[in-house]
């Protein structure tokens, strides 16, 4: 089972910026792909950028220009740098991994943190 700790939310001014992280830990082999979801009171919960293990990686059109997602594989950890901020951006950030381990292969999200942009 893998369990993920995710950090960096908060409270930020339009036009801001916040970094997010995601750090995975428990039993496994190898981590192929992480993402980041997020999810605005009263909407369903979005995809909204990913990269697999090899780096490669894919944005939702809202995001793309803004938002960069990258990974640290040595401490299986994936960030979320968010730039110029908008009020549509605020929602729960999760983050979601998939695995393989000796069992086979899963996935585990994160608790979920914050992120409101106001001014």
């Known amino acids: 089972q893998v369990q993920l700790v995710e950090s960096g939310g908060g409270l930020v001014q339009p036009g801001g910026s916040l970094r997010l992280s995601c750090a995975a830990s428990?039993?496994?082999?190898?981590?192929?792909?992480m993402g980041w979801y997020r999810q605005a009171p009263g909407k369903q919960r979005e995809l909204f950028a990913t990269?697999?293990?090899?780096?490669?990686?894919n944005y939702a059109d809202s995001v793309k220009g803004r938002f960069t997602i990258s990974r640290e594989n040595a401490k299986n950890t994936v960030f979320l740098q968010m730039n110029s901020l908008k009020p549509e951006d605020t929602a729960v950030y999760y983050c979601?991994?998939?695995?393989?381990?000796?069992?086979?292969?899963?996935?585990?999200w994160g608790q979920g943190t914050q992120v409101t942009v106001s001014s």
């Open positions: 428990g039993f496994f082999s190898s981590i192929y792909r």
């Open positions: 979601k991994v998939g695995y393989y381990s000796t069992s086979g292969s899963g996935t585990s």
């Open positions: 990269i697999t293990s090899g780096g490669s990686t």
